[in-house]
């Protein structure tokens, strides 16, 4: 597979369903090519427990092409970090949970980079509003309605054809190669602040933000029922704080902007004092080193989920003759499905947390099995056959699409490295 498709949600299954059957229906040739991420940050809840269903049901040629996610530690949309991490494809798309794409434009993307398989920039499309018609191909780096970054429409660019660069653009669609992807703060908390911020990231690293014309997008905007997490404007201001400090941009329009207050119609707040403001960014400087990515480990993790996958192709052409390997390939399928646990640290430049990630298929009895830290969370998973007493060991082969669960732990004792 070539490109992993992920979004981040809480409590909002109709827009994953709707999302997810709408590639399905309307990129019909690009399936075999995709793998589903679904990071849920609510996965208890009666939303969270139909998306967990819904994503053990994703199949196409290779099997199942769908991971769940159980996120309960990371509140916020910069938890999208974690479709790059699951991720086991060159390419990864990231999009929010209620959005269409336009057809035939994920082909266009994939050939895209068939063409540019280096292409290190973050790649964007236009937005189109609920009567298919351009809404905004481009965000203008200026503060309003209390965010940073405003939707503009150049209708000069409307019948472009060719890619073109921009400053910034909306997030609710943005795809980049996995190895190039510098990844969001990890102190990031809550709704916003990443619009900007992971555009100036991309160019200190010499790369651009290109507006691809076709890759077009509809974006559901509205929430009858309320916003069901939560969305507070200080912890956008925090977030704002915390990414430009880590990319050493003057904070001072942050400050000015949030100590005015904002009296315009549907945006209003008061202002928040400026030793407020001076007192969270201090504790910012002295609490948060840069994070960086680390694009080797990337690129490590891809050759070696490559090199599996080429490992069982030529196990079964080893078989002599179609009735060995159709017999070889029925044995696979009637192994019982473990519920598995991965004990793995992740660690980043940022911080020297240790957490604990499980991996369960939720139609098995619970088992766990340990898995070294440098091995891939991926359909078939490369498991440590060395037991801890709490341990048992089945060949790892999932009949289900696996089910992340994010940092909780589990009875498995944790090797030295």
């Known amino acids: ?10 409590d909002d299954y109709d827009g994953v369903w709707f999302t997810i059957q709408s590639i399905k229906m309307y990129h019909p040739e690009c399936i075999d090519d995709i793998r589903f991420v679904v990071i849920d940050g609510n996965p208890e809840s009666a939303h969270g427990k139909s998306c967990e269903k819904l994503i053990s049901s994703l199949t196409n040629k290779h099997g199942n092409n ?8 990371w509140p916020g949309t910069a938890s999208r970090e974690y479709v790059f991490q699951f991720a086991t494809t060159p390419y990864v798309m990231c999009i929010d949970s209620h959005v269409l794409i336009q057809p035939g434009a994920l082909r266009k993307l994939l050939d895209y980079y068939e063409v540019n398989p280096e292409c290190d920039d973050l790649l964007q499309g236009p937005l189109l509003d609920e009567d298919s018609k351009p809404f905004a191909n481009r965000m203008e780096p200026k503060w309003d309605y209390n965010m940073y970054g405003t939707w503009v429409n150049d209708t000069s660019k409307n019948d472009e054809t060719d890619p073109y660069e921009i400053d910034m653009m909306g997030l609710g669609l943005f795809a980049c190669r996995k190895q190039s992807w510098p990844g969001f703060n990890p102190d990031f908390r809550g709704f916003g602040g990443e619009e900007g911020y992971i ?19 509809q974006h559901r905007f509205d929430r009858p029922n309320g916003v069901p997490y939560r969305n507070e404007y200080i912890d956008r201001v925090k977030n704002y704080l915390i990414g430009w400090t880590e990319l050493g941009v ?15 119609p549907g945006q209003e707040r008061p202002a928040i004092d400026m030793s407020d403001l001076n007192d969270y960014e201090s504790q910012i400087t002295s609490t948060s080193p840069t994070h960086q990515s680390s694009p080797g480990s990337h690129q490590i993790e891809l050759e070696n989920q490559q090199l599996k996958e080429r490992i069982i192709e030529l196990e ?24 598995t646990a991965i004990d793995t640290t992740h660690t980043t430049t940022t911080t020297n947390t240790t957490n604990t990630t499980m991996v369960k ?7 766990t099995i340990r898995v070294e830290t440098s091995n891939l969370q991926s359909d078939h998973l490369n498991v440590n056959t060395s037991k801890s007493e709490t341990n048992t060991y089945k060949p790892e082969i999932f009949k289900q699409s696996p089910v992340v669960d994010n940092f909780k732990p589990v009875s498995t004792t944790r090797s030295s490295r």
């Open 66 to 73: 769908g991971l769940y996610v159980k996120n309960v530690s």
């Open 250 to 264: 003057s904070t001072d329009e942050i400050k000015e902007y949030y100590n005015t207050p904002n009296t315009q």
């Open 361 to 367: 298929d939720i139609t098995a009895p619970v088992e």
């Open 199 to 217: 555009h100036k990231k991309f160019k200190k690293q010499g790369n651009k933000t290109l507006m691809l014309p076709w890759l077009k997008w």
């Open 1 to 10: 597979m070539k490109l992993t498709i992920g979004m981040s949600c809480y």
């Open 316 to 339: 079964i052409r080893l078989l002599s003759g179609a009735d060995k390997a159709e017999s070889f390939m029925n044995t696979i399928n009637n192994i019982p499905t473990p519920a």
